[in-house]
């Protein structure tokens, strides 16, 4: 018996996860030029309000180093702003600014239209499936 990667089920979840993480990216790339790691950082961003390096570190599934960079990024662009954290001196605070506000305002609907078309293309599988990766993943906050 050999092995068939192309049945493998997590194999196929990551495989599935790139192709659509692409998608989308290359619609909030043409929107904004943001790569992935910077959408990240400002999705969460916009759901959380201020926040650590280290809280968005574990909540985005991306390393220190390149949440930092993205941040470093977003910050020159004038979405984000960095403090110190009041209780910890050895976090930083990322928070969005009005014009990364309202760039996040812009690509929600951009996001909001493309799980749309994902959910039309699942069609009557589409329950199921998010039931399936709920189960999978586990609920988020």
């Known amino acids: 018996?050999?092995?068939d990667l192309d049945a493998f089920l997590p194999y196929r979840l990551s495989v599935a996860a790139t192709q659509?993480?692409?998608r989308f990216a290359a619609r909030y790339a043409a929107e904004a030029g943001l790569s992935?790691?910077?959408w990240r950082?400002?999705?969460?961003?916009?759901?959380s309000g201020a926040v650590s390096v280290r809280d968005i570190t574990a909540r985005v599934n991306l390393d220190k180093?390149?949440?930092?960079?993205a941040s470093a990024r977003l910050e020159g662009a004038g979405y984000l702003r960095k403090s110190g954290h009041a209780g910890d001196q050895r976090l930083v605070v990322l928070d969005l600014t009005d014009s990364g506000r309202a760039l996040m305002e812009r690509l929600?609907?951009?996001a909001d239209?493309?799980?749309a078309e994902l959910l039309t293309e699942l069609g009557d599988d589409a329950p199921a499936f998010?039931?399936?990766l709920l189960h999978l993943a586990g609920p988020t906050d």
């Open 1 to 3: 018996m050999s092995f």
């Open 20 to 22: 659509v993480s692409r």
């Open 36 to 38: 992935i790691p910077e």
């Open 41 to 47: 950082v400002l999705a969460h961003l916009s759901r």
């Open 65 to 69: 180093s390149i949440v930092s960079r």
């Open 108 to 110: 929600g609907r951009i």
């Open 113 to 115: 239209e493309f799980q």
């Open 130 to 132: 998010r039931r399936a």
